[in-house]
């Protein structure tokens, strides 16, 4: 696993205002649901890209069949797609933000050869992280056990 200072992880989640969640999904129980709204949550603006339900609404923003369907500038590009899937990602978001400042893959998604390429092009890198663990847990959030539950038992 590739290891990430926690000075890195957070000025890459302090800078980053606009996000483009790829992959994700109208159900609330599936992960790319529930980190895309708590991203929401913080703060961030995010870009719901799943070509599967394209034209929806997802908090607050329509849901985009693909990058090159956000017209707004991108800082960061969330990525909840298998790992074979993550080089043509990579490329259509180098190509169409020049502003890019992030390629975040998911827990469980990595890719040298793409993120080499994005590096290549100035912009930072973080694999098989989540965005949503990293910022409750460089942020203070994190509770009993790693867990964000905002509940504490007086029977502990």
Known sequence: MTEYSDKHLKAVLQRAK???VVGVSMNPVRPSYYVAR???LKGYRV???NPGHAGKVLFGETVRAGLSEIDVPVDMVDIFRRSEAVPPIVDEALELFPELQTIWMQIGVEHAEAAARAEARGVTVIQNRCPKIEY???FGELR???FATG???SKL
Do not use: E, K, N
Request: aromatic share 12%; no cysteine.
């Open 38 to 40: 708590y991203l929401g």
């Open 144 to 146: 009993f056990g790693g």
């Open 47 to 49: 870009i719901p890209v």
């Open 18 to 20: 606009t996000v483009a």
């Open 151 to 153: 509940i504490i038992s």
């Open 136 to 138: 409750q847990r460089l």
